[in-house]
């Protein structure tokens, strides 16, 4: 059912868990499966009471997001493992599946998305680093659940304007706990973000399914045909793509045309 929805309704399937934290704003972990979104959720509900609206895959619509309630899934060294494991029902090698009721948190249908987190568990003891908009735009991009479509690009990045975001490190549960908690207490900024003319994607050497979006003079840029995305710093609107590594790592990925003209000085 999960992928007949991505394909046929227009709010954005993203690969992120979400939360609504006790002071009632809402939490988008984004991040690829290990990363920890799961046990980032389980955490925030256990711990500080937090509702879990999903663990895995959520939909995005007018800067809110909804679940559909599913299970919860819980791997090898998460701190929930062993009382997953006990549950009379929960079964499997790599993951159990199980509700997050019985393992102390509780579960809400919707939440608006008021702070985003990119987490990573288990490597840095603890850290922390605020990403700007165009990076936070381009690491929702990435985690789009079908092919992307012009629309799903305004949403997020809409979202990407206006919320917080920071990157997350930790290895223990106290840490992940305060750094959402961190991440939370950052306040709301409103980046102007425009997609950027043809004309000037042309000019610059983009091919046809090359788009990008601008974020005050950072600017994304998405390939539609590889579905990957790489910023570009400083690139002021109505100059050429600059020349330098940014440049160097669109041609190799093939988002600039060996013809392409070159950039400002």
């Known amino acids: 059912m999960g992928r007949q929805l991505r ?18 704003r809402g939490v988008l972990a984004v991040g690829q499966t290990g990363s920890g979104k799961s046990t980032l959720a389980l955490l925030m509900g256990s711990r500080a009471g937090a509702g879990i609206v999903s663990d895995d895959t959520i939909w995005l619509n007018q800067g809110a997001v909804v679940g559909m309630g599913a299970p919860l899934a819980v791997r090898p060294g998460s701190p929930f493992h062993d009382d997953a494991s006990a549950l009379w029902y929960a079964s499997g090698v790599d993951r159990l599946m199980v509700h997050p009721a019985d393992l102390g948190s509780s579960v809400v249908h919707s939440c608006s998305v008021d702070s985003i987190v990119f987490p990573t568990f288990g490597r840095l003891d603890r850290a922390f680093r605020i990403v700007p908009p165009v990076e936070a735009f381009a690491r929702l991009l990435s985690s789009v659940l079908r092919p992307i479509r012009s629309a799903d690009v305004t949403a997020i990045a809409a979202v990407a304007a206006r919320c917080p975001a920071a990157l997350i490190e930790y290895s223990d549960s106290a840490a992940c706990v305060e750094l959402v908690q961190q991440a939370c207490l950052l306040p709301e900024h409103i980046s102007a973000f425009s997609v950027v003319d043809r004309a000037e994607m042309v000019d610059s050497g983009f091919g046809e399914s090359t788009w990008a979006v601008r974020f005050d003079s950072d600017v994304a840029v998405w390939n539609a045909a590889t579905n990957s995305v790489v910023c570009v710093q400083h690139w002021a609107e109505g100059d050429r793509l600059p020349r330098g590594e940014a440049f160097d790592q669109l041609r190799s990925l093939g988002f600039v045309t060996a013809d392409g003209k070159e950039g400002n000085d």
């Open 7 to 24: 394909a046929t309704r227009s709010a954005v399937p993203l690969h992120a868990s979400a939360i609504t934290e006790s002071s009632g």
